[in-house]
DNA sequence: GAGCACTGC
């Protein structure tokens, strides 16, 4: 028989391929032995065998002993890893057979035999098999090749090849589809894992030539490209920053602004800034393009603020988030050597940390549209830097408008928008072809995988991908892109069943799932450092995408799909739907595995589907939202015609128009569009239109007090009630002691709010009642700032407690439009637009069903549901909103008045 | 009798 060895050059591996005709030789042997012992047995008839009963341990001491032997041998791996794959799987069938088989006999071809014999003669028979087939294989293919590696050049996937005589052991438990050795090999290399001397260290080439039991289901992933990593020599860096450490802490920090990437390009930049002002756009407007890592946000505003710029006004520096803008202004003080909150300052919502020293002020870019309804002009700011324009949030979208226009009337402001490069141009573009200044990032090269094929189920396939890696790469941990909680849930359990009882065959495997409702203490895991020999696979949502970064991250998985919210403006109805991601966010989830150092990225789809399928840039934020808020600030700020507002990408038409005509019913604009005082009041308060109306409206029926509890409950969402899968039932009964009397979710809300002040803001209360104390001290939060602006919106903070009623007129006055008529099905018909709602059965009024309910809001699930449900009468909604409800609307509900209960479904 | 992407003011 020809025999192919390729690649091959040391002798170990020579020898090796004369193994394994030994093996068969041996294996021959076997099957006359097991064809022998059949015979003697026959002979014998059902003779007792217990004395060649070997007890567990000998058993054990008898593998030990081959392994043991084996290692001395010049190929020693692939005997003994079959050895303890065929036990194993031995064992698992034995575990199957034993409830069907009397009298702990076991069949084999028909005769009854004990336990150990049989396990023996089933595991020479195996072997026999698995021979057998490989030869026929080999045979047919007219070659034999040592098995290799399977994704070595020219090997052959071992997978592939067993593939017929593994078929039968699929769905068997994932251990015996593991490989050892690959981790093996893996841990040695790096030297950082003594749990390798198990088997044969001497000759560590051989293992990952060896068998591998790999997964089922094994998913082959092409290597398509490795992305960049930047020109920056790190070990200088790394270098000069040993030696700068020696240095004072200011010297040390001065040390390492000059080697961050940016540094080189100070002068030209600031060239740039200074220089470009075209006729046609007064006001200077710079597009900086640079990756994470390169200093941009932390250097550019010292840059300015050392050339001047602070003379004339503060410089301002947006991000997305507030940590981000927190921590920023921290390092950049430490920078400057002065005190946070001095000469640089941040801004965010519950917390001003600036003071009128304060020169550079980084803040969220929700805070600084903020501002511009005090200072339409933005005249206390001579430098505006945008930063992460590129992730488009319904606030640099506005705020791009805004500058622009108001770049109009102050040549003397500088605009710098800072951008991943992907839309540098499209930025470029909507400033009237502004400048793309680029830096170098920071990044290591992260090498991209795609399938072969489309998998049709990207939970299962990611786990499969994690275990894979975890087997077969080096040491880093990995990062799995899911799309939600439940998601989550299911992975880290079919993750923790695939991996128990595997005990020392590989390294340990710490499961962390992170979502943005987990519990802040459940969180912290994911940044404890991974213990050596171990491995840490992070099952996140879209969080671990933009905010938040886990060090020691080397892999990632990106099954490409996440949540994404999206309005229907013509139903007002919200949906969270699993959609494809971006190419940019596909790019984004890949480089966080690039941050320490080389990164892999594994796609769990093809590069066809990457290249075809996916859109290039996530659809701003501005076109999958209600707009009523950004209407209402529009029209505050003196905007007035929205439909030809200069929006980079315009909104659509009619989730503008449907805005509009909301505020129009809330009587925040007049028939001509313009703001009217009740208005220019909502406006004042950082909440929903409908919200802030049912705040204005309190001031009539004497309950502010009590609704903006309820309005900062409701802006909070509904993380409110904690409900663990194992304490469901006790979870919900404490949910419904707030509703006792069926009062409706509105006021159940305010239970709960007033219950935990009773306490004095108790943690032990939350946990008593099974309450996010997160969401609480949110709520907490809120209530306090909507308290402060009813000062400044004039409106006495009154408590009246007893009178529901005038709560509940409150809250129609601003959710008038959200009114739902039951119907005989028990389903209820939405009264202005009508189409068919549910009662969601977390309301507290999901079996009470009441005739007629206000809702807060609409949400597409399995069905139409209805969040935050009270009940009202009707007659309120002419008396509150007659210009938005006539009393043929609401009719029968004067005629035909039924007694208490009569709505109820049956 | 069901489902909770992520932010931000």
Request: glycine share 4%.
């Amino acid at each position: 028989m020809e025999r192919q060895v390729k690649r091959r050059t040391s002798p170990a591996e020579d020898t090796g391929s004369e193994v394994s005709e030994e093996e068969r030789l041996k294996d021959q042997r076997e099957k006359e032995e097991l064809e022998q012992h059949l015979k003697e047995r026959d002979a014998a008839g059902t003779r007792k065998l217990t004395e060649h009963k070997l007890t567990r341990r000998e058993e054990e001491e008898a593998i030990r002993r081959s392994t043991a032997q084996e290692n001395d041998d010049i190929q020693p791996l692939r005997k003994v890893s079959r050895q303890e794959y065929l036990k194993k799987r031995e064992e698992k069938k034995l575990e199957e057979l034993r409830d069907d088989i009397e009298d702990e006999q076991y069949l084999f071809e028909g005769v009854k035999l004990t336990e150990a014999e049989y396990r023996e003669l089933r595991y020479k028979k195996e072997i026999y098999e698995l021979v057998k087939k490989r030869a026929e294989e080999a045979d047919n293919v007219n070659e034999y090749r040592m098995p290799e590696a399977y994704d070595q050049e020219g090997g052959v996937n071992q997978e592939k090849r067993f593939s017929v005589a593994m078929q039968r052991y699929r769905d068997t438990n994932a251990e015996e589809k593991m490989n050892p050795f690959a981790e093996q090999e893996a841990l040695e290399e790096h030297q950082i894992g003594k749990a390798t001397l198990k088997y044969g260290s001497k000759n560590k080439k051989q293992a990952a030539d060896d068998y591998q039991f790999v997964f089922e289901d094994q998913i082959d992933f092409i290597k398509a490209s490795v992305t960049d990593g930047d020109n920056f020599d790190y070990e200088e860096m790394e270098d000069s920053l040993e030696k700068s450490r020696a240095k004072s802490a200011l010297e040390a920090l001065k040390e390492e602004r000059k080697k961050l990437p940016i540094y080189p390009y100070r002068e030209e930049l600031l060239q740039a800034i200074r220089d470009h002002q075209a006729w046609f756009f007064p006001a200077s407007v710079l597009v900086i393009v640079g990756e994470t890592g390169s200093g941009k946000t932390t250097q550019i505003p010292q840059y300015l603020h050392e050339a001047g710029y602070t003379k004339r006004g503060m410089i301002a520096c947006t991000q997305p988030r507030r940590v981000a803008a927190m921590s920023v202004a921290a390092r950049v003080s430490q920078e400057m050597g002065v005190k946070l909150g001095h000469e640089v300052g941040y801004s965010i919502r519950f917390e001003d940390c600036t003071s009128e020293k304060t020169i550079l002020k980084y803040m969220t870019d929700g805070m600084l549209l903020r501002e511009f309804l005090g200072e339409p002009d933005l005249a206390s700011y001579s430098v505006v830097m945008v930063d992460e324009a590129h992730e488009r949030t319904l606030s640099t979208d506005i705020l791009f408008a805004l500058v622009k226009d108001i770049a109009r009337f102050r040549p003397d402001l500088k605009l710098l928008i800072s951008s991943a490069t992907l839309d540098a141009e499209k930025f470029s573009d909507y400033f009237d072809s502004a400048p793309i200044f680029k830096i170098p990032g920071r990044r290591y090269p992260v090498e991209i995988n795609f399938t072969k094929a489309p998998e049709a189920d990207y939970l299962d396939a990611a786990i499969v991908t994690s275990l894979q890696i975890h087997v077969t790469q080096p040491p880093g941990d990995v990062l799995v892109f899911l799309t939600g909680q439940e998601e989550i849930e299911t992975a880290e359990e079919i993750l923790k069943h695939r991996t128990r009882g595997l005990g020392t065959k590989i390294a340990e495997l710490i499961i962390c799932p992170i979502y943005a409702n987990l519990p802040t203490e459940l969180q912290a895991k994911i940044f404890e450092p991974t213990p050596e020999g171990a491995r840490k696979v992070v099952l996140a949502t879209n969080i671990a995408e933009t905010s938040l970064t886990i060090d020691g991250i080397k892999y990632v998985i990106d099954p490409g799909f996440c949540k994404m919210k999206s309005y229907n403006p013509r139903t007002g109805m919200e949906s969270l739907l699993v959609t494809p991601i971006s190419k940019a966010s596909a790019m984004q989830r890949a480089g966080r595995s690039g941050r320490t150092g080389p990164g892999k990225c594994f796609r769990l789809y093809t590069a066809y589907n990457f290249h075809n399928d996916l859109d290039d840039n996530t659809v701003p934020e501005i076109q999958r939202t209600n707009l009523a808020n950004v209407v209402l600030t529009l029209k505050s700020l003196g905007i007035h015609d929205l439909v030809h507002f200069n929006f980079m990408d315009n909104p659509p038409a009619e989730a503008l128009l449907q805005a509009l005509e909301l505020l129009f019913a809330l009587s925040a604009l007049n028939t001509s569009g313009e703001l009217t005082k009740v208005g220019r009041r909502m406006a004042e308060f950082p909440v929903d239109p409908m919200l802030s109306k049912m705040i204005v409206a309190s001031e009539k029926y004497k309950c502010s007090d009590e609704i903006i509890s309820i309005a900062a409950m409701l802006s909070v969402g509904n993380s409110i009630f904690y409900r663990p899968k194992d304490k469901q039932v006790h979870a919900d009964n404490a949910r419904m002691n707030f509703h006792t009397g069926n009062v409706g979710d509105h006021i159940a809300l305010l239970k709960v709010y007033t219950s935990w002040k009773e306490t004095n803001y108790s943690t032990q209360w939350c946990y008593e009642n099974y309450i996010q104390v997160r969401s609480m001290k949110r709520a907490r939060d809120v209530r306090d700032q909507l308290a402060g602006l009813l000062e400044r919106v004039e409106i006495e903070l009154t408590s009246n407690p007893g009178d529901l009623d005038a709560i509940k007129k409150s809250i129609t006055s601003g959710f008038f439009p959200h009114f739902a008529r039951l119907q005989k099905n028990g389903s209820y018909q939405t009264v202005k637009h009508p189409q068919t709602v549910n009662i969601h059965p977390s309301s507290g009024l999901a079996q009470v069903l009441p005739r007629w309910v206000v809702y807060h809001e609409l949400v597409l699930t399995t069905k139409e549901y209805m969040r935050q449900v009270t009940e009202l009468k009707p007659e309120w909604l002419v008396e509150i909103a007659p210009h938005y409800y006539q009393l043929k609307d609401v009719e029968d509900a004067g005629s035909k008045k039924m007694p208490r209960g009569e709505g109820r479904a049956q």
